[in-house]
DNA sequence: TCCCAAGGGTTGGGTTTTCAAACTCGCCCT
DNA sequence: AGGGCGAGTTTGAAAACCCAACCCTTGGGA
């Protein structure tokens, strides 16, 4: 092996590891949409910020979208593609209240009325993923 | 808000969100476990590499296991802890096959016969979590 | 015995990123 | 005219990162 193995979790990490840009993911989730407050919700630079965004909009995650002409306003909304990066936040969510517990954890509901506890399952047969579960391909 | 909101994500990502550390992860998953090779199937400079290990170990997501005396060797294997982060990897590897399809995806087999299609689903009520069935606590 | 290779790093240096603070620009309000 | 907000951009110093080269120990040939 040469050169570094070909896959997509670095692709994917390319698009949203840098530092701050899965934040991003969570201020935008939770409901906060413009560049002055996600600043603050985060804590991050404004440059690197606003680079992330850039980033983030022209990987297809983040939509910009006006929501006033004059002045000239606008926020940033997930894709559906971005959509679908919400559970790798509520696992990195729930890694950081088992493990690090700095905190009480934020919680939030599901529709079936109890918390929300997030589980990995096989999409074909709805059993849990599991280390031993899952077979690596022949090196 | 004037401080960076508390939040078990950033912590996490304190943790995993350097560059390079969930990669590391990926190659121990994938039963790649000496710094060597480790250096070749991501790709990271081998200082870095080294100060992510020691982070990653510190930190108690991997352990240093002695495998020879003399010469001394070892290896790095996950905690229980850093197992727990193997769902994490599953999602981003599934996104970036959909989103990204730069390459042909790694397909990994799951115990029930079909290949893994992970599925992030609520543990209470096993019905998937999106994100409208997810609600948000009151700001 | 001598030399080389493998494993697991460390060191020195130059190149990027980050960071925090200050600055800009357009527009609205008073 | 002055002040403030939203959304960045600029600036210059500090911190990461990257790469190549080097170190040390042990084991294996020639």
Redesign the pocket.
């Known amino acids: 092996m040469t050169v570094p193995r070909p896959c997509s979790i670095a692709d994917t990490l390319a698009v949203v590891g840098?530092?701050y840009s899965l934040l991003v993911l969570r201020e935008v989730f939770l409901g906060v949409r413009?560049?002055?407050a996600m600043v603050r919700g985060i804590g991050?630079?404004?440059?690197?910020l606003?680079?992330r965004?850039k980033h983030l909009v022209e990987a297809g995650v983040l939509e910009k979208v006006a929501y006033s002409e004059?002045?000239p306003?606008?926020?940033y909304v997930p894709t559906a593609a971005g959509l679908e990066l919400q559970g790798v936040l509520h696992l990195l969510r729930q890694w950081g209240d088992r493990h690090l517990a700095e905190r009480p954890p934020l919680v939030l509901g599901h529709d079936c009325g109890a918390a929300l506890d997030p589980l990995v399952v096989c999409a074909h047969c709805r059993q849990p993923v599991t280390p031993q579960s899952v077979s690596l391909p022949p090196s």
């Open positions: 840098e530092k413009r560049f002055d991050a630079p404004r440059d690197v606003a680079a965004l004059r002045p306003r606008h926020e």
